[in-house]
């Protein structure tokens, strides 16, 4: 018996040796951002094995604050998701911004990062992709759909979709005339706005089809023709247009959402210098433009656009005018607090007949 | 006493460290997080607040009421549903073929929930495979609507929940001795007398069981009412998952599941008094 318990034992070390042995590198990320060949690549570049886990923001803080940081080399949170949960929970460690390569960056969207991912002295984030929250519409059947407002325009009744989440309490907002962003500082204020938004929302909810929940049931709404005007994210939105014509992502009138998501790196990280590696290689042009190229979405690499595919360009020209570019609200870092305030009213909306 | 040997030790510790690392070590500090609440300073103080938050928001409570009553509801029609087939199973199709329809039954639980709910979204859609089929029979013009409104978020519970009605109500109508529904029918009972008076009595520990079992399922699932349920099918489960997930007020969260755990557990007592059962025969 005792013969067996040590053989057992020693196997256990041998196997926990030999995965000591391998550099690893524990991703947590969207899917699609770490596209398989790009991975193959950094792993023969380097020699460190790569590990990839698939989350969403709330499951990524949540799973951090659950391990107290650990767990994972990288995270690629969305830059105002970083502040409010590092202040209390203190589960990133500060960006060491000599150790990535600043100038393979687009110097806007880089500066706006450090500034919204600012804790104390620190930053916290390095971009990544960025994106828009806009609308998916399928132009034939919903012909004239163009803004926020006809999230409830009783014109589409019954084919309307979007996702129960921040983003929709925003955009209400934005259809309705206000910038709710410029109530970040004043919270009675802020709550005041998103009681209308609530009324609003449910009222005009006998018009809607269903809430969508994730970026696969996004896509399948309006792909199987339950839903005709829905909000969406631009890259979705492109991807659809490839198979169907006539859906397409449109830049709302009121304004886009922009959103950048970041690396970060997690307190507890074990592999700090993997983890810059792993930056720096993932926003080296080409190796964004492989990104882009497949899923669609902006990278924050300065010199990707040589090497994007024709499609590419003509997606972004198709759906931003000039003017809708400079309309793009871009989120600013969420207060402490506002997410409890919001969380409620999403739920009584749900809860609504 | 007898003195216990390596292995009686060998066995016994992984199923000790089973409990306690997995169920009771976590169920403690879930516990004694319930009552961490963070007052308006920040300052985190033990208090009832996360608890009493739930009687004194109507939203809660009421999302709990509809939650269990659809859960009831949904173990009645999975018994009424199953009933009629476990004992077809069990009592007219010969042996030989009864193992291979179990088998048939199982196959759901092979492929998981999502998937079932997933070849749902598939049938029930508008442009689904039912509404296209009912279109070119020239039934309706207009599809039915049937995806995301209750109707499919009980088909989908029902379909992932009615083998654990099946199986224990089979165990229990396979010890139901055939001579006595002979004898009954001999007699000149009806068929609804044998099936009242006769059958459904026997069975029941195994329909209790069965129920216990499909309740708790139902009560705690996520999935299918989130993804099946449309617009306004908010779950108990689902204000679980947005404490823990998006407001990250993990005592809130905490607090819910234990409330969650206390009240259905309440049901099921409740249940079972008022039918007349006992916990331990219904547990055999």
């Known amino acids: 018996m005792k013969k067996i318990l040590l053989v057992g034992a020693s196997a256990l070390l041998l196997t926990a040796g030999t995965l000591m042995a391998q550099e690893t590198l524990r991703v947590l990320t969207w899917k699609g951002y770490a596209p398989a060949s790009l991975v193959k690549a950094f792993e023969a570049k380097t020699g460190i094995k790569v590990k990839l886990t698939y989350s969403n923001n709330e499951e990524m803080v949540a799973k951090l ?14 830059q105002d998701r970083i502040t409010f949960v590092q202040m209390k929970n203190k589960i990133y460690q500060p960006i060491d911004y000599s150790k990535v390569n600043e100038g393979q960056l687009v110097t806007s969207m880089l500066d706006s990062v450090k500034k919204n991912t600012k804790v104390g002295n620190d930053s916290f984030g390095v971009p990544h992709v960025y994106g828009t929250t806009g609308m998916i519409v399928n132009k034939k059947l919903a012909p004239g759909a163009n803004d926020w407002s006809d999230l409830w325009n009783p014109k589409y009744e019954g084919k309307i979709s979007y996702r129960l989440k921040r983003p929709i309490l925003i955009a209400t907002a934005l259809g309705m005339g206000e910038d709710p962003f410029s109530l970040y500082s004043d919270k009675a204020a802020y709550t005041k706005l998103m009681k209308r938004v609530e009324k609003k929302l449910i009222d005009s909810k006998h018009l809607v089809k269903n809430y969508w929940t994730s970026g696969d049931t996004q896509v399948n709404i309006i792909k199987s023709g339950d839903a005709n005007v829905i909000s969406g994210w631009d890259g979705k939105g492109w991807t659809l247009h490839e198979t169907n014509p006539d859906i397409d992502f449109i830049a709302p009138k009121s304004g886009a959402l922009g959103w950048i998501d970041t690396f970060a790196i997690p307190a507890k990280s074990k592999n700090v210098e993997g983890a810059y590696k792993w930056i720096n290689f993932m926003l080296e042009a080409k190796n964004a433009a492989v990104f882009t190229n497949q899923e669609g979405y902006g990278t924050a690499s300065k010199d990707a656009i040589k090497y994007f595919d024709e499609k590419i360009k003509r997606n972004f020209s198709r759906s931003f005018s000039k003017a809708d570019i400079d309309n793009i609200k871009w989120y600013p870092a969420l207060p402490a607090g506002f997410d409890k305030i919001e969380s409620k009213i999403l739920e009584r909306i749900k809860a609504a007949k | 006493m007898k003195k216990r040997n390596l292995t009686f030790y060998l066995f016994i510790i992984p199923v000790l460290l089973w409990l306690m690392l997995l169920i009771v070590f976590p169920h ?103 509404n296209s089929f009912l279109i070119y029979l020239g039934i309706i013009d207009t599809p039915i609507v049937m995806l995301y409104t209750d109707f499919s978020m009980i088909i989908g519970l029902l379909y992932m929940s009615m083998l654990f009605m099946i199986i224990p109500v089979m165990s229990a109508l396979d010890s139901l001795d055939d001579s006595l529904i002979e004898a009954a029918s001999d007699l000149g009972a009806s068929k609804w007398t044998i099936a009242t008076k006769i059958v459904v009595p026997h069975a029941m520990p195994g329909i209790a069981s069965g129920g216990i ?11 299918a009412p989130n993804i099946l349920g449309g617009k306004s099918s908010l779950w108990f489960t689902e204000q679980i998952y947005n404490f823990f ?29 008022l039918t007349g059962q006992k916990l331990e025969r219904v547990g055999s």
Do not use: H
């Open chain 1, 65 to 78: 604050i659950a391990t107290r940081g650990g767990g994972f080399d990288v995270a690629q949170p969305s």
């Open chain 2, 245 to 273: 997930l998006t407001t990250i007020n993990w005592s809130q969260g905490a607090a819910f599941g234990f409330l969650l755990l206390m009240l259905s557990s309440a049901i099921i007592w409740g249940v079972l008094k």
């Open chain 2, 213 to 223: 079992m499909v309740f708790m399922l139902i009560i705690g699932d996520y999935v």
């Open chain 2, 28 to 130: 403690v500090d879930l516990f004694l997080s319930s009552f961490q609440f963070e007052n308006d300073d920040g300052v985190t103080v033990l208090s009832f607040n996360n608890y009493l938050s739930f009687f004194e928001d109507s939203i809660y409570w009421l999302t709990f009421l509809r939650t269990a009553l659809y859960s009831i509801s949904i173990t009645v029609l999975a018994f009424v549903v199953t009933f009629p087939v476990a004992f077809y199973l069990t009592k007219v199709v010969s042996r030989k073929y009864s193992s291979f329809f179990v088998l048939l039954l199982l196959i759901p639980i092979w492929v998981g929930e999502l998937v079932t709910i997933y070849g749902w979204m598939i049938l029930l859609s508008d442009y689904g495979v039912i």
